[in-house]
């Protein structure tokens, strides 16, 4: 059973930075594309960036490249959103997800069907 547990939210100043973990377990991620959601209030969730398994092609949102940079830790099952220059539109509950083994990612939420919880994040002075 896949499961996905998020953390690192936290209240950070404007331009500070922040890194959010997702462990996961029930299966490996080098072989699993993974993603990184956020859903602000009053909004719809939104992609935000994504890993593929095996050859690691990322994606970012146009809204993020630049300043966050999604990896991960194969040994560990963990992988990470590291979030610099931080805005307050950055403001939301950030959820990891994982659809599958494959060697490609994509931001479109429906193909990924196992979610986390989320943790939040807000941008604040």
């Known amino acids: 059973q896949v499961q996905l547990v998020e953390s690192g939210g936290d209240l950070v100043q404007p331009g500070g930075s922040l890194r959010l973990s997702c462990a996961g377990s029930?299966?490996?991620?080098?072989?699993?594309?993974i993603g990184w959601f956020r859903q602000a209030p009053g909004k719809e969730r939104e992609g935000v960036s994504c890993?593929?398994?095996?050859?690691?092609?990322?994606v970012y949102a146009d809204s993020v490249k630049g300043r966050f940079t999604i990896s991960r830790d194969n040994a560990k099952n963990t992988m990470y959103l590291q979030m610099n220059s931080l805005k307050p539109e950055d403001t939301a509950v950030y959820y990891c997800?994982?659809?599958?083994?494959?060697?490609?990612?994509?931001?479109?939420?429906?193909?990924?069907?196992?979610w986390g919880q989320g943790t939040q994040v807000t941008v604040a002075s």
């Open positions: 029930g299966f490996t991620l080098d072989y699993y594309a």
């Open positions: 997800a994982t659809a599958g083994p494959r060697n490609y990612c994509s931001l479109r939420e429906y193909e990924y069907p196992d």
């Open positions: 890993i593929s398994g095996r050859r690691s092609m990322t």
